[in-house]
């Protein structure tokens, strides 16, 4: 059940038009979920300074049970995660920051209970 969090400092008359459907489906294939589960959330217009520049720029949050926990994973998650953000808002690689959060079963609540007992 990923949960994918999106901040940019771009307006949201920057954001293109149904970004979070295709956001969704990336995040699916990328981390080879279904797309039901996916969660994703967007929030532009936000204040954000990186690399000491108020430029353009998107900070990704992936959060998942089972398939963010390694480095060798997260290496090829972040390759395809920054070949779509790039594409999809036009930003340069070095406007982009990108972070693994693992989770665990227990760590998610769902009917009234947490994915353990699912």
């Not at 779509?84 to 340069?92: G, H, I, R, V, W």
Request: charge should be neutral; aromatic fraction near 6%.
């Amino acid at each position: 059940m990923p949960f994918i969090e999106l901040e940019t400092n771009l307006p949201a008359s920057r954001v293109p038009a149904g970004l979070e459907k295709r956001l969704c489906a990336a995040t699916a294939a990328i981390l080879d979920k279904p797309e039901d589960r996916v969660s994703v959330t967007l929030r532009p217009g936000m204040t954000l300074l990186m690399n000491g520049s108020t430029e353009p720029c998107v900070q990704l949050l992936v959060s998942s049970i089972g398939v963010v926990g390694t480095a060798e994973q997260n290496r090829s998650h972040s390759s395809r995660f920054f070949e779509f953000l790039t594409k999809e808002l036009s930003l340069d690689q070095d406007r982009i920051t990108i972070r693994f959060i693992p989770l665990e079963p227990w760590q998610i609540g769902k009917k009234g209970t947490v994915m353990t007992f699912l």
